[in-house]
């Protein structure tokens, strides 16, 4: 449990130092008290400085998902809002889904510095390792039918793309559906899972791995991170912040009715339009040209006779 | 419990009557346990004979919904080969969903003589008395999409017109998506719920409620019963059959690809084709009329200005 009010008053003195007497008066406890909170804080991660005369200077904070890092100038406005964290779970999309069954509201985010049994689509794992990822799960309840859920995930890839372009300098890419690569290797999965009515959703979770400071040898082969390719680590608080606001907007756009929006952003962060490419399906498998994402999300391919086939899913080999 | 054993020795007689040595040496207990089996399926409504000098005989079998009464000449392959059944429960949707989330397999159903908690589409009840309705929940996992759950929708409805319509000669007929109506009175519910990934289902629980011999007064105004329209019960048990037959047959037509054979079916038990209706959506209302199903089970409804819109879902009312 972070102490808030203590970070938040150290976080908003204007020279840095804010005495032990001011700490005191504002949270209403003793002097002993507020140095037993600040050790609390310095075992969790937080540099913070007390000099005798000039009182408490916060000088770090540490690079963890804790809520209060995460919320501290976050720009959303419901995504977020409540962030739950763990430093290691089975799933944050498993503790999503069970939370979101019994009731909690939408904008409600999971996040875990460790999966140990992450989740990728079509019940493969996630290489969750302990250091340096961002898992994370957000729990939504737009009014829009089971059928509309393709929407939804092209509108997370593309936030996951721009998220990382902008906090890291990077090339993303997105293969449809919903990986996103760097130099043609994985650094994002995005797994979506609802529970639904015939004909409404009761909720959908939304869940998102990054590679963000993992270090490669913790990961699969064909997988990267954005230090790994970037040379240096980046701040996972940031990304988090980044990628909640965009996905928000994004979220927006598509419950508001503007999905055309979500489409043109995802053509402009792909490099597979165009592309010949190979398309495994659970019976069959067949080459074609990726020519376009239609308007409902599905995947356009141009067979070799001639035929174009909607695809609603499956997985996508780039042949070039 | 029931002693299914003992049972299926007195069904299989060829003169009706099994001697209580027989009966022994089937079930490998004394005569004084026997007796006591005996006793016990008496007091779960079942009327058995006992005679001296001939044995025991089955005069009759209660019409509750017990597992071994609806497996006893069920045609199925899968559907209710295992039937979980409760006297009174919240709710068989709720019921089966929590045992799919457990992994508990394809074919499943839960049955109940009495819900507390009924619920049908869009967050209504289902008034689900003590006495007369049959209602069941069937845990399916089909090799499909989200979106193409309406497909079993429609499967459904058409499972359960049919057996109505077979078993009590009634003219049921279907208001899209999946009312079922006997005299324009709603004698089916239909709540079909699922938990899914972007791009296919975990699971879908068909959850069916029909109200088959319940007095007209413990049901709304809008609502009737099938002895209600006949004037005499019918037997809850068979009904249950053939409507786990149909909807299994349905159910293989809609896997195997033959899903316009379900449409063609639809289209025969509907009355609404061609008719004035009015929509209601959660956004607006409207009128036109209802000229088609299209192939993915979505209504096609021909509005005043000549333009052609396609409902996924929504409140139907003819206006005739």
């Keep these: ?48 400085e007390a000099s005798p005369h000039l009182g408490y200077r916060l000088l770090g904070v540490p690079d963890s998902l804790i809520p209060s890092e995460i919320k501290w100038s976050l720009k959303t406005r419901t995504l977020g809002r409540e962030v739950i964290s763990y430093k290691k779970i089975d799933s944050t999309n498993t503790a999503a889904y069970d939370m979101a069954k019994k009731g909690i509201k939408e904008g409600v985010v999971v996040v875990a510095d460790e999966q140990t049994k992450g989740r990728g689509r079509l019940g493969r794992t996630w290489a969750s390792p302990a250091r340096g990822g961002v898992y994370l799960s957000c729990i939504l309840r737009p009014a829009m039918s089971p059928g509309e859920v393709p929407k939804l995930t092209l509108a997370a890839s593309i936030s996951v793309a721009k998220t990382i372009r902008e906090v890291s300098g990077l090339t993303a890419v997105i293969k449809w559906p919903n990986d996103v690569l760097i130099n043609s290797k994985k650094v994002s999965g995005i797994l979506l899972e609802m529970k639904a009515e015939q004909d409404r959703l009761d909720f959908v979770i939304i869940g998102i791995g990054i590679n963000v400071n993992t270090p490669l040898k913790l990961l699969p082969k064909i997988g990267t ?30 419950t508001n009715g503007d999905f055309s929006k979500v489409i043109d952003e995802w053509k402009d962060l792909t490099d597979m339009l165009g592309s010949r490419i190979r398309i495994t399906l659970p019976n069959r498998e067949f080459e074609g040209q990726a020519i376009d994402v239609d308007s409902d999300g599905t995947l356009l391919v141009r067979l070799d006779n001639g035929f174009i086939e909607k695809i609603f899913s499956g997985d996508v080999r780039l042949l070039r």
């Design 225 to 254: 991170s954005i230090a790994g390719e970037l040379g240096e680590e980046i701040s996972r608080i940031k990304l988090t912040q980044v990628l909640l606001e965009n996905l928000e907007a994004n979220y927006r756009l598509v």
């Design 1 to 48: 449990m972070i102490d808030e009010e203590i970070l938040l008053v150290l976080k908003s003195s204007n020279d840095g130092y804010v005495s032990g007497e001011e700490l005191s008066k504002t949270a209403g406890l003793s002097r002993a008290a507020i140095w037993k909170r600040v050790e609390s804080l310095r075992n969790e991660g937080y540099d913070i």
